[in-house]
């Protein structure tokens, strides 16, 4: 199988029968109601037999875990899905996964780094550019700053926001 995507983390046990509670790391935890697995850092598979959602966590039995000693074992570890079995986005909708290590390039094609990761802020979204002999730079996620993202290039062209040059 291919590229393994985090989606979720196991934060305790549930109950004494080996249930184990999730805090979903994905935009779309829906997706947690029609999956048939989960995997482990390790790469052992868990068979998910059913998942619902209790407050902001994702409750989940699994056919390999049978008692809350079991479930507590996994306390911590991150849970993922193949990168294949990710629900499909809308136009102009990226995994964060595809974008990490993009060449990120000024509109006049100048290279300026590396993309590192999203900083959720609460409102909009930041991309954080690693440039190689500086600090990180930090750009909204926004169309006036994001002019284009082109996967099969592999390269993010950007509008520098003005404050970067003061």
């Not at 790469?43 to 989940?60: E, I």
């Amino acid at each position: 199988m291919g590229k393994s995507i985090v989606i979720g983390k196991i934060v305790a046990p549930h109950g004494v029968r080996g249930d184990i509670r999730i805090l979903p790391l994905t935009e779309k935890p829906e997706q947690f109601l029609s999956l048939t697995y989960l995997l482990l850092p390790e790469g052992r598979r868990l068979t998910l037999q059913h998942a619902r959602f209790h407050k902001n966590l994702v409750l989940a039995s699994c056919k390999e875990l049978t008692t809350m000693d079991e479930a507590e074992g996994l306390r911590g570890k991150e849970v993922s899905i193949f990168a294949e079995d990710l629900p499909p986005l809308a136009e102009g909708e990226f995994y964060v996964a595809d974008l990490i290590g993009l060449e990120v390039v000024d509109e006049e094609g100048k290279p300026v780094g590396r993309f590192k990761e999203v900083l959720p802020t609460g409102s909009t979204d930041v991309y954080a550019v690693a440039v190689p002999d500086g600090p990180d730079i930090l750009i909204p996620a926004r169309e006036e700053f994001i002019r284009s993202i082109d996967l099969k290039a592999k390269q993010i062209t950007v509008r520098l926001p003005q404050w970067l040059d003061d």
